[in-house]
């Protein structure tokens, strides 16, 4: 049987180099889950290739191979919070780094740039499709582990992901110094609470001051806000690609928050509106978390790195098709169809 696992997944990694369909794998408006399922794990090789890691931080391909296979096995198959999920958050790092030259203009040392793309697949390991006021409502065995300290779901993240650096063969960081390895824990640790919704919040304010006062390249301070800022921008990085990837990705994150809605009621409890399939209009609450969460974040990226102008202009494009939708759904919804088929 190990055999046959390890054939296989030596084939997995063997899948794309002969995968000439793939154009523009590091432009800004490819979609990443565009690629092949079965070639993820080829391509995750390639981007860490491609940024200088493996050569750099002297990383074994097969350790890196093995690692990336862990990570993939550590997600479940949530309609949303999945592998293919972590594969796009991952890709649009590779997107920040490559299409805005961080490490080559310093924004970034190479150290922070692997932690960087470690964090992004790394960042929603283990996640069961319900959020963190959902382990603590109903007290979940995460609740009880990490409750007191808040960021509940990340927490367990982080804890996954310190598991699969410590299984045998898959330590990626094993060729770094023991002040580069404390740095790269300590940056996997920021990165990956830094995707709590409630520390985000706490954060965009002083990303704003930050952006607006002139960010200033060795402030240590200012590198921990970017680098939060940056993994925001890749968790929402959907929200960037052309309409049919958003209105597919709200598809899948509504899948998940009214299954969550469903199992708060069977508790007895009452759903927020937007996990609770008979009250939520999924149009107004996607032109609320654009207009309050998506483009703030992204106007200041693209303030500090002009490049990233054509992410916002799309992001404003979706949201009007969103806000066209409003209209539609409400004249269809009288007559019972819910479902987002209607949308063009
Ligand atoms: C398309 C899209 N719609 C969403 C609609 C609502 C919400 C939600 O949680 N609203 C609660 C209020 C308090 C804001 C999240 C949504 N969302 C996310 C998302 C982002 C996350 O965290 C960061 C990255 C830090 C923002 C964490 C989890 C998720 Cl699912 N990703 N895509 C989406
Ligand atoms: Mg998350
Ligand atoms: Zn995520």
């Known amino acids: 049987h190990m055999k046959q696992v390890e054939t296989e997944s030596v084939q997995s990694f063997l899948n794309c180099r002969d995968d000439h369909s793939i154009k523009d794998f590091d432009k800004f408006h490819f ?25 750099t931080w ?4 097969t350790t890196l191979a093995r690692f990336i296979l862990f990570v993939k096995k550590g997600y479940r ?4 919070h999945n592998w293919v999920h972590a594969f796009s958050v991952a890709h649009f790092a590779y ?7 961080l490490i080559k203009n310093d924004y970034i040392t ?3 740039g692997l932690a960087f793309l470690v964090s992004c697949l790394c960042h929603d390991i283990d996640h069961r499709g319900t959020n963190n006021s959902f382990q603590t409502k109903c007290g979940t065995v995460l609740a009880s582990l990490y409750s007191s300290e808040g960021s509940v779901m990340e927490r367990h993240h982080l804890a996954q992901s310190m598991c699969i650096l410590n299984t045998d063969g898959c330590n990626i960081f094993e060729s770094l110094s023991s002040e580069e390895y404390s740095e790269v824990l300590d940056l996997l640790r920021n990165n990956i609470l830094s995707t709590d919704l409630t520390s985000h919040f706490r954060m965009a304010e002083q990303q704003r001051e930050m952006i607006s006062a002139g960010f200033k390249k060795n402030d240590p301070t200012h590198r921990k806000l970017l680098l939060a800022m940056f993994m925001t921008c890749c968790d929402l990085s ?6 049919r990837v958003t209105k597919k990705t709200a598809e899948q994150i509504y899948d998940e928050f009214f299954s969550q809605g469903d199992l708060e009621k069977s508790m007895g409890t009452a759903p927020a509106e937007m996990m609770d399939r008979e009250r939520a209009s999924i149009p107004d609450l996607q032109v609320q978390f654009i207009t309050n969460l998506v483009l703030p974040l992204f106007k200041n990226l693209a303030d500090l790195f002009p490049a990233a102008q ?6 404003i494009n979706n949201k009007n098709v969103w806000k066209h939708a409003r209209h539609l759904f409400q004249e269809y919804s009288q007559n019972g169809t819910k479902s987002m088929e209607i949308l063009l």
């Open 238 to 243: 959907d929200q960037t690609k052309d309409w």
């Open 95 to 101: 997107l920040l780094m490559v299409n805005l030259n």
């Open 31 to 55: 979609s990443p889950r565009s690629v092949p399922y079965k070639h993820m794990p080829c391509y995750v090789l390639k981007m860490f290739g491609e940024l200088g890691f493996i050569n």
């Open 310 to 315: 054509p992410l916002v202009d799309t992001i």
């Open 77 to 80: 198959d949530a309609p949303y």
């Open 110 to 112: 190479s150290l922070q």
């Open 58 to 61: 002297r990383i074994k391909t």
